[in-house]
């Protein structure tokens, strides 16, 4: 039974949705139904009942679950002691989204290939609102994430710097932008349930915006839910609604002049990044020198 299997199952046993497990495993969910079929056949049980609206485990697919996890720690664990050397190489697995690449991981791994220079990073890009799942998964060693009002008992997280997370509207004349002109932001006299707002399909800025929602009594009228902060600043760049995003996001897009921050009376909190990682993945040699130069140059800076 490989580990690569075992993985797939926790992810489903995790979101309980197969869909939402494809797009955390970057593989179709027709797939991702094929490698549970195939686990249920190897051992004659099934794991998840299944149905058009729902998906939960079987009795069998709970102690399966603790199975899979016992595996992938030994598995893990077997693969530290035999790559133990001296001199650390071996392969490093990296989730960030496009943004972070340049803005928050530049400096870490240049100063990390000048001190481990053996040691391959393996980077994939995404949406960095699927960071914290996909390493609970264990599909990558560590991701570049915003921290969770709820941190997963699991995970460890290292915060490397805060970013304001702002509103923004477009910058150019249009529907929009007269709708945001139309009220007064110093005194909070606007009409925010008739502005459409692009949002976040999900992570910790989507819960953050939903609380400000809950807090302000605002019923928003969503034009769009996305995936990406980048894709949000566009989408608002064209004029199609106002929406949120990290400052240094809007920044980094090329795009900063064609939108405008909005400051509000009541202002998000702001978005702490740093690194997320499994703590058993931290007794890794590997992953940990990685994680101990992040924290190194983001101090180097302060």
């Not at 990558?140 to 290292?158: C, H, K, T, Y």
């Not at 605002?218 to 902060?229: D, E, L, M, N, S």
Request: proline letters at 5%.
């Amino acid at each position: 039974m490989d580990t690569r299997a075992l993985s797939v199952f926790l992810s489903v046993s995790d979101t309980l949705n197969f869909s939402r497990s494809s797009e955390l495993l970057h593989m179709s969910v027709s797939a991702v139904s094929r490698t549970i079929q195939r686990l249920e056949d190897e051992l004659g049980q099934r794991l998840l009942e299944r149905d058009n609206r729902s998906v939960k485990l079987t009795s069998a697919g709970h102690e399966f679950r603790e199975y899979a996890r016992n595996s992938i720690d030994e598995w893990q664990q077997l693969r530290r002691k035999l790559g133990s050397d001296e001199d650390l190489a071996g392969e490093v697995s990296l989730y960030c989204s496009v943004t972070a690449t340049y803005s928050i991981l530049a400096p870490i791994l240049e100063a990390f290939r000048l001190t481990h220079p053996s040691v391959e990073i393996k980077m994939h890009t995404g949406d960095q609102a699927d960071g914290i799942g996909r390493i609970l998964v264990g599909q990558d060693d560590i991701a570049v994430s915003g921290r969770p009002a709820q941190l997963p008992r699991r995970l460890e997280f290292l915060p490397l710097l805060q970013s304001p997370l702002q509103f923004c509207a477009p910058a150019a004349d249009c529907a929009v932008r007269d709708m945001v002109l139309a009220g007064d932001l110093s005194s909070g006299d606007i009409d925010w349930n008739s502005i459409p707002f692009i949002v976040p399909e999900r992570g910790v800025t989507k819960d953050t915006l939903d609380t400000w929602f809950r807090e302000q009594g605002i019923r928003p009228r969503i034009y769009a839910q996305v995936a990406g902060h980048e894709a949000i600043v566009a989408m608002v760049s064209l004029g199609l609604g106002i929406g949120i995003a990290p400052q240094l996001v809007i920044e980094a897009s090329g795009m900063g002049d064609r939108v405008d921050v909005i400051d509000v009376q009541e202002s998000l909190p702001p978005l702490t990044v740093g690194l997320c990682s499994q703590r058993q993945r931290l007794a890794s040699p590997l992953v940990k020198s990685l994680w101990d130069v992040a924290r190194q140059t983001y101090n180097d800076r302060v």
